[in-house]
C-alpha cells in the first residue's frame, strides 16, 4: 500500500493566523451564500485558503475562466512572497475535534494517480464510491490545469478493523513533531496535525502494506480484485486530479512520468471504523404526486428485487398516516439504494411528481405524510458494508448516504506543489 499512498513534500503557512488561514471545502453550503459572505469578511486582507480555492455557491455567478486565472496568480503570489514553509519529505498525522468532541484521526500523504480509476467498471485498488458527475468536473479543471500548487479536501477511507495503522500513530504522538494546532473558524471545532518521518513513517509503512496485503484482502472480500482505499469525501476533485494528470502525462516522457508531481495527490486518509466517522442515509420523498398506489407497488416491486439471502435490510414506506415494513434480500446496500431509485423515477413517469433527497428521518416521515407525498426511508449503511458493496456492485448512486455534517467535513488547510 505505500507504494500507492506515499510521505510528500507539504506545504504549511509559515506565519500566518491559522484561525483564518482555514476554510472549509468549497462544495459545502452551496445554498447558503451568507456563510461564505461571512468568511470573506473575516479574511480580507489576509492570507487564506478561501482565495485559493472557488466556492460552489458562487459558480453560476461568476465569470469562472476569470476566477480561475485569479487563484492560479495568488497561488503564485503565495509561493513568490514567502507565504509557505515546505516540510521534508513526510506524513502528517491529523486529529480534527468536531464540534460534538468527538475526535477523528487522520493521515495526510499522496495517492498515485496511475492506481487511481474513477469508471463505474473499476477495478483499480482505489475506488470512487459515488458515480461521478462528469459535468461537475470544468468549473475544478479549470483551476487546477493552470495551479501551481493543490490543497486537497479529500478524505479517502481505508478498512483498518483492527486499527493497527492510526492507532499506532495516535499511541505514539507525544513524539512527533507538532506542526499545528488551532481553532477552525465557522463551527469547524479544531484541528492539530504532527510529522510522521524516520522510523515513524517506517512502522506506518509496514502496517499499511500489511493491511493491503493480497492474501488478506481476498480473505475479507473474496475473488474479486479488492478495493485498498475508497473515496469518502472528494470524489469529484480527486476526479479532476486524475483528469489532469492524463493530460500532462502525454506531454512527459516515460522515465518524467514516473516522479512528476501532478502524477500525485495530497489527501487524508481516515479509517473507516474511526468513531467519528458515521454515515447517514438520505432518504426519498417524492412530492406532488398521487401516491395512492405507491406503499402497493413498492411492496411488488421490492418482492420481484429480493433474491434469496441470509442477510437483508429493511424499508419502510410512508403516505400519509400508512406506514409498511418492507425487508429486502440479497442485494448490497449499494445496489438497494440504485433500485430504490429506480422504482421512484418508474412511479413519477406513471403518476407524475417530483423527488427530492432528505437526510434526517423525522424530516423525511413528516414530508412524506404531507398530501400528495410519498417516502422511503431507507437503511442505514453499516461501516463494513461500503468496502464489500463497491467490490461486488460497482460504485453507489448519488445521494446514496452522508458522512457527517457540513461542519466537519475538510477544511483547506496543508497545500503542495503540483509543477
Known amino acids: ?71 492560479n496568480k495568488r497561488m503564485d503570489e503565495y509561493l513568490s512572497a514567502g507565504v ?51 459535468d461537475r468536473l470544468p468549473p475544478r479543471v479549470r483551476v487546477r490545469e493552470g495551479a501551481s500548487l493543490e490543497m486537497p479536501h479529500i478524505m479517502v477511507f481505508i478498512d483498518d478493523a483492527s486499527d493497527s495503522v492510526l492507532g499506532g500513530l495516535e499511541n505514539k504522538k507525544e513524539q512527533l513533531p507538532k506542526l499545528y494546532d488551532f481553532k477552525l473558524n465557522a463551527g469547524g471545532g479544531a484541528v492539530c496535525g504532527y510529522m510522521v518521518s524516520g522510523d515513524a513513517a517506517e512502522a506506518l509503512e509496514n502496517a499499511l502494506d500489511k493491511l ?44 518524467e512520468r514516473e516522479t512528476h508531481p501532478a502524477r500525485f495527490s495530497l489527501v487524508e486518509i481516515v479509517n473507516i471504523h474511526d468513531e467519528a466517522i458515521s454515515f447517514e442515509p438520505i432518504h426519498k420523498v417524492v412530492f406532488e404526486t398521487d401516491p395512492e398506489s405507491f406503499i402497493d407497488e413498492a411492496e411488488k416491486w421490492w418482492s420481484a428485487q429480493s433474491i434469496a439471502s441470509d ?75 461500503l468496502f464489500p458493496s463497491i467490490i461486488e456492485s460497482g460504485p453507489f448512486p448519488k445521494k446514496s448516504f452522508s458522512i457527517g455534517h457540513a461542519e466537519d467535513k475538510r477544511y483547506y488547510l496543508e497545500c503542495r506543489k503540483i509543477k
Open 212 to 255: 493491503s496485503d493480497a492474501e488478506s484482502l481476498y480473505k475479507r472480500y473474496g475473488d474479486k480484485a479488492p478495493a485498498v482505499f475508497a473515496m469518502g469525501d472528494g470524489n469529484h476533485s480527486l476526479a479532476t486530479a486524475k483528469k489532469c494528470w492524463e493530460k500532462v502525462k502525454g506531454t512527459l516522457s516515460g522515465e
Open 311 to 385: 442477510k437483508s435490510h429493511s424499508i419502510k414506506l410512508i403516505v400519509g398516516e400508512q406506514e409498511k415494513h418492507v425487508n429486502v434480500s440479497g442485494l448490497t446496500i449499494g445496489e438497494l439504494i440504485g433500485k430504490a431509485e429506480e422504482f421512484c423515477q418508474t412511479y413519477m413517469s406513471r403518476y407524475g411528481g417530483r423527488i427530492d433527497y432528505i437526510h434526517n428521518d423525522e424530516t423525511a416521515i413528516a414530508m412524506g405524510r404531507r398530501k400528495g407525498c410519498a417516502c422511503m426511508l431507507l437503511p442505514k449503511m453499516e461501516k463494513g458494508e
Open 1 to 71: 500500500m505505500s507504494k500507492i499512498f506515499s510521505s510528500a513534500k507539504i506545504l504549511l503557512p509559515a506565519a500566518q493566523d491559522m484561525y483564518r488561514w482555514s476554510v472549509v471545502a468549497c462544495d459545502q453550503f452551496s445554498s447558503q451564500m451568507e456563510y461564505w459572505e461571512s468568511l470573506e469578511k473575516l479574511t480580507e486582507g489576509v492570507a487564506s485558503t478561501l482565495h485559493l480555492m472557488l466556492p460552489e455557491a458562487y459558480l453560476d455567478k461568476c465569470d469562472q475562466f476569470a476566477e480561475a486565472e485569479k487563484i
Open 84 to 134: 509557505f514553509e515546505e516540510t521534508e519529505e513526510c506524513y502528517v498525522y491529523v486529529e480534527r475535534r468536531l464540534a460534538s468532541g468527538a475526535v477523528r484521526r487522520g493521515l495526510m500523504g499522496v495517492l498515485d494517480l496511475e492506481q487511481y480509476d474513477y469508471s463505474a467498471s473499476s477495478a483499480s485498488p482505489i475506488r470512487a464510491t459515488e458515480g461521478t458527475v462528469e
